[in-house]
């Protein structure tokens, strides 16, 4: 038999994978109570409805890393509370967030969070740590490609300057 083989759920975690799980953790509760928070700025429906899936699939990860490191004896982070749902006409038009900004912070935390669920499969030595991120992964990847769809549809989309090339000359 191999090392670190057998059971995995049996295998304890190593110091990096308690980490990512950790902040981890920290990162998604602070996005759901930001998401609250853009929910209450959102005017347009579609960008309301796609933080609310973003919500319930944070909520879905949360539950995972709590069960997965009080399973381990790591302390959680503490969470932001809730927040409270609030009227976006009672939101003064200079304080209030726009919708193109709520979908590229959206965009970003969804690229940023990728990238963390790639590391975090990349440093585990337990089989089923690795498959529970590559499970937000894919999930991740989804809402990101809704999140592009909205973007392109809604005109939000910031494009850099697109490269036409030109030809190489020929070689003589």
């Known amino acids: ?5 057998g059971d995995q759920k049996e295998q304890p975690m190593h110091y990096g994978e308690v980490f990512s799980a ?3 953790l920290a990162g998604a509760n602070g996005m759901i109570a930001g998401y609250q ?6 005017g347009d429906v579609d960008l309301d409805k796609l933080l609310r899936n973003c919500i319930d699939q944070l909520r879905t990860e949360v539950e995972s890393l709590e ?3 009080m ?3 790591v302390a959680l982070p503490p969470a932001p509370p809730e927040r409270p ?3 976006v006409e009672s939101i003064p038009a200079g304080a209030r967030f726009t919708d193109p900004e709520i979908a590229a912070a959206l965009s970003r935390d969804l690229m940023q969070g990728l990238m963390a669920c790639s590391q975090a499969i990349g440093q585990c030595t337990r089989e089923d740590i690795a498959q529970m991120y590559g499970q937000f992964h894919t999930q991740k990847a989804r809402i990101a490609a ?3 769809r909205l973007n392109k549809d809604k005109g939000w989309l910031l494009v ?7 030809p190489e000359p020929a070689l003589t």
């Open 67 to 69: 069960k997965l490191l």
């Open 1 to 5: 038999m191999g090392i670190l083989s």
């Open 71 to 73: 399973e381990h004896g």
């Open 160 to 166: 850099p300057p697109l490269h036409h090339g030109t």
């Open 37 to 42: 928070t853009f929910i209450n700025h959102a």
């Open 85 to 87: 749902s609030a009227q």
């Open 22 to 24: 950790w902040t981890f």
């Open 146 to 148: 809704s999140t592009l």
